[in-house]
């Protein structure tokens, strides 16, 4: 199928006939596994659906270095500090390259940072919880990065080639992080029993919450469908998450770790572990802002941006130097 790539093609649903061919192309692109492209037709729903979605998740690398850069300064060996300098600048790196996504879909940088730091934006649940002990940023490596790879692997099959394309590279930086992360608690898990009963502990914290990264269940999340549709996503809420469940249980068993959750079970029929409910109280209620760390985090976000604001200004500066030697040297 040629895909229809008019610039001037309308964008605002299919309200004539031109736009139903259009969107039926754009329609049948996706449905052969086409990638959708910056320059081609897509519908405005698309673009929209899109632009939240990775706006969310660009707002969620660049919140998610701050509970673990609060324990740089305190890694037990240099060792440590190292990795962890190196995975949360990784995660500032996976923030910038989605940000240039969303820039491809015509939205301006700066309007969706300012709806982070003005509280309009929402990102990942997860990083407005605490990290309290050394244990965290182990647990937090096995449980986080790994349910954010169980997520991005197959964000890395969305329709949209620029959203595509970066899920590739950063799940490779994940895997790396899930690593690092599932080490730390394998030498705790392994140590002295206060070492063992810190990973214990920091597991009991962030189990409930690691579930609740994979978003609302599918009898309750209203953007699903279309996402499916437009294979923006291409597995549900709920099926992520129990495939989350299903390769972590054996990963906590090695460890000899206990989930906190006693109604957890292996289904035989299925293959599947069962988990208990999950309670959405608790999720709707951080999403809302009122979770431990929210107000921390959005102060730290504005304090970071209003520290760097000498250096937008000296880059537009540069920028606007460099344009005029061109401008000079042209005429
Ligand atoms: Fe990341
Ligand atoms: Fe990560």
């Known amino acids: 199928m040629t895909p229809p790539t008019s610039a001037s093609a309308p964008v605002n649903g299919p309200v004539s006939a031109d736009e139903s061919a259009l969107l039926a192309a754009f329609e049948a692109r996706i449905a052969a596994g086409e990638c959708i492209e910056p320059k081609d037709w897509m519908p405005e729903r698309y673009r929209k659906q899109l632009t939240r979605m990775m706006s969310q998740h660009a707002h969620s690398e660049v919140v998610g270095m701050l509970p673990e850069g609060n324990w740089i300064t305190r890694a037990p060996s240099l060792r440590r500090k190292l990795s962890l300098i190196a ?5 500032a ?3 910038l390259y989605i940000y240039c996504g969303t820039e491809t879909l ?3 940088r700066q309007e969706l940072v300012e709806q982070l730091l003005d509280g309009r ?4 649940s997860i990083f407005n919880y605490p990290t309290l002990s050394w244990a965290d940023m182990g647990v937090i490596g096995w ?5 954010a790879i169980v997520n991005q692997t197959v964000l890395a099959k969305a329709s949209y080639g ?3 394309r970066a899920m590739v590279r950063i799940c490779k930086e994940e895997n790396f992080h899930k690593r690092q992360g599932y080490e730390i608690c394998t030498v705790l898990a392994n140590g002295t029993p206060a070492q063992k009963a810190m990973v214990q502990e920091s597991v009991n914290r962030f189990w409930w919450p690691a579930l609740m990264m994979f978003g609302p269940s599918d009898t309750n999340s209203p953007n699903s469908a279309e996402l499916l549709k437009w294979r923006v996503k291409r597995k549900t809420n709920d099926e992520l998450r129990q495939r989350f469940v299903n390769l972590t249980v054996p990963q906590a068993i090695a460890l000899g770790i206990t989930l906190p959750d006693p109604d957890l079970r292996f289904d035989e029929a299925t293959g599947d572990w069962k988990f208990g409910a999950i309670d959405w109280s608790e999720f709707h209620e951080v999403l809302a802002g009122n979770g431990p760390c929210n107000q921390e985090r959005l102060a730290a976000r504005r304090k ?6 000498w250096v937008r200004a000296a880059a537009n500066a540069h920028a606007e130097k460099q344009r005029a030697r061109k401008d000079s040297a042209v005429a």
Not at 87 to 91: N, P, Y
Not at 121 to 124: D, E, L, N, R, T
Not at 143 to 147: E, R, S
């Open 87 to 91: 995975k949360v600048q990784d995660e």
């Open 93 to 95: 790196g996976h923030g």
């Open 106 to 108: 015509g939205v301006d």
């Open 121 to 124: 934006a929402k990102y990942s």
């Open 143 to 147: 449980l986080v990065d790994g349910a």
């Open 162 to 164: 620029p959203y595509a």
């Open 304 to 309: 970071a941006h209003d520290d760097g604001a």
